[in-house]
């Protein structure tokens, strides 16, 4: 295989691998591609590289990994370079990287921005896939590579009248990217998962009132964010080759910190409260890695989560108030955990309210109010903060079609089902990046990025070396592995909560747990076995 050229005749843009997506798996993807004389374009369907970091600017946007550490390895010069500013960076920083990224590495040439990927069909003759762009265009490519982002399908709720508000209504995962100003207004805010839990204190901070309408009370643990000093800084510079390595090799999700060597029930409480009350100073997604068996037993479980409901008691002046805020429908963890800067504490301010849509589901949004219970709460402004359609969203919604015509949606109509979450039977040559099946959204998210960027690389070079046509999934092998994904997740409290890990925030979403749980290290050492095996339980012709 060489770099593929257009041929007059056909008068259409041939490559050897499409790219869905100029966030920083297709941003790496590119970076690599080119580096081994792959031919390849990138469509990207916002105006900028950055994906996640592009679309979220709502107030308060930040990532909960720290910025040393989310953050590209691949190259030693760009993590030396860049001065992160803050533990936790803002988004409008995380965006400033990724364009830094795009520069330095000058990736815009092969980056077609404002452009969708529609269809994807699979040419069984020429065994190439002939693209459907946005612009009406027609590419081909041997290989296409779905680099498309687990939470890019933002999810405006289905709630009744919602289309009748007069004023402006705002999600999360769709910002404007000119100033929004909530001087003076009366702001409701529906959802309180990471996104909502991050802007309520800023809009809170602008606005003449804030009404945050709650369906579930969520736990979250405070960011303690601050400025990085030099010192903290030069830390992890002069240590990164046995930071990444540990963040890649040894911890679960992908995050350097320490680990913890012992179950919760196997401290007193004393002991257990002085170490939950370390991690809930110190701040941050450590405080689930306390003890070894949060996310697997029940009653340690409990411990956590009665620590930090506790926690908001202390911190909730308003008894009622507090005690709707202490989550009490899943375990701590089993929904994302969020990272907060003074989310409880804002239910303290006058001009905060918090209203439950869990006992009284809204009635109706109106011209001007949000109805609950007979009650109009009169907003001027909506904020929707209510999550995306993840893992599959943003992949169900370009028609990819396989072998035989049959649509990726079809085939996943009972759950996402694929090997190694990188590829689906029936679908040749055609990857994902963080699909459903990998660790993904349950780890620093650029460690799992590079991680399958780099196995489809070699896997490429593999298929060039060896004059491969086509790669796909095993029917076998990916029926065993999404047994696997299945059973282990079952062994932990995860699938007790109604989270969007399994699709449950979805009418209608088959319920499946999506993310591979046996961590980021494990699922590393399988995908390498599997390529060292000549890519076991893969299909190649
Ligand atoms: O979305 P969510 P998110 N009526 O799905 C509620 C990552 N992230 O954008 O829980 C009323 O978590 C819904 O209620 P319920 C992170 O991985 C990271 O906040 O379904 N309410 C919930 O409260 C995160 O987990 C960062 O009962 C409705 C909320 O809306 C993921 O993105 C920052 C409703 C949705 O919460 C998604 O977070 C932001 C309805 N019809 C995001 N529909 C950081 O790095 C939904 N809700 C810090």
């Known amino acids: 295989m060489s770099p593929a050229q257009s041929s007059p005749a056909q008068a259409r843009e041939a490559y050897d691998v499409v790219v869905v997506g100029a966030g920083f798996a297709g941003m790496y993807m590119l970076h690599r591609l080119r580096g081994l004389g792959f031919s390849a374009r990138v469509y990207e369907q916002g105006g900028g590289v ?75 003759q020429a065994n190439a896939w002939s693209v459907k762009i946005s612009d009406g265009k027609m590419v081909e490519a041997k290989f296409v590579v779905l680099a498309t982002g687990c939470l890019s399908n933002a999810r405006k709720p289905d709630i009744q009248g919602l289309d009748n508000f007069k004023g402006p209504v705002y999600h999360t995962g769709n910002w404007p990217h000119e100033p929004v100003d909530f001087a003076g207004l009366r702001v409701g805010l529906i959802g309180t998962g990471s996104s909502g839990i991050q802007s309520a204190p800023i809009i809170a901070e602008q606005a ?18 601050a400025a990085l000093t030099d010192e903290e800084r030069n830390a992890f510079r002069n240590n990164y080759p046995e930071i990444r390595r540990f963040a890649r090799e040894i911890a ?38 306390a003890y070894n068996n949060l996310g ?16 908001i008691t202390e911190i909730v002046k308003d008894a009622t108030t507090a005690k709707l805020l202490q989550p009490n429908s899943h375990p701590i963890g089993t929904k994302r955990i969020c990272i907060d800067t003074d989310y409880f504490a804002t239910f303290n301010r006058p001009n905060v309210s918090l209203v439950d849509i869990k006992t009284n589901p809204i009635e109706e949004i109106t ?15 909506l904020v929707l903060a209510t999550g995306f359609d993840a893992m599959t969203g943003s992949v169900a919604r370009i028609d990819i079609r396989g072998r035989g015509g049959r649509t990726l949606n079809q085939k996943w ?3 996402p089902k694929t090997y190694l979450g990188l590829m689906s039977a029936g679908f040749p040559n055609l990857f994902i990046i963080t699909g459903p099946g990998s660790p993904s959204v349950l780890s620093n998210m650029i460690v799992s990025i590079e991680q399958h960027v780099d196995w489809i690389a070699d896997c490429l070079v593999h298929m060039r070396q060896q004059g491969l046509a086509t790669m796909e999934a095993g029917g076998e092998a990916e029926d065993k592995w999404v047994a696997h994904v299945n059973e282990i997740a079952h062994g932990t409290l995860y699938p007790q909560a109604n989270s969007w890990y399994m699709g449950a925030n979805i009418p209608g979403k088959p319920r499946i747990f999506m993310p591979y749980i046996g961590g980021v290290g494990i699922y590393r050492r399988i995908c390498d076995e599997v390529a060292a095996k000549g890519y076991e339980g893969f299909v190649m012709t």
């Open 296 to 311: 697997l037993d029940l009653a340690a479980n409990d411990t956590a989560a009665n620590y930090v409901r506790s926690k």
């Open 208 to 225: 003449r009132h804030l009404t945050v309408f709650q369906r579930t009370a969520n736990f979250s643990i405070p960011a303690r964010n």
């Open 367 to 381: 011209a001007n109010a949000v109805r609950v219970a007979g009650t109009d709460h009169e907003v001027d402004a």
């Open 413 to 415: 109509a009972e759950g």
């Open 252 to 289: 679960r999700n992908g995050i350097h910190a320490e680990q913890p060597d012992r179950g919760a029930l196997d401290d007193s409480e004393d002991a257990r409260r002085a170490k939950y009350k370390a991690r809930w100073d110190r701040g941050g997604l450590t405080f689930m890695s």
């Open 50 to 124: 950055g994906g996640t970091w592009y679309w979220n600017r709502y107030p308060g946007a930040r990532c909960d990994v720290e910025s040393m550490q989310y953050s590209y390895s691949f190259s030693e010069e760009l993590q030396q370079e860049w001065d992160w500013s803050e533990r936790y960076a803002p988004q409008a920083e995380i965006l400033k990287y990724a364009n830094h990224v795009a520069d330095r590495f000058d990736l815009r040439r092969d980056i077609q921005f404002d452009t969708r990927v529609e269809r994807a069909v699979f040419d069984e």
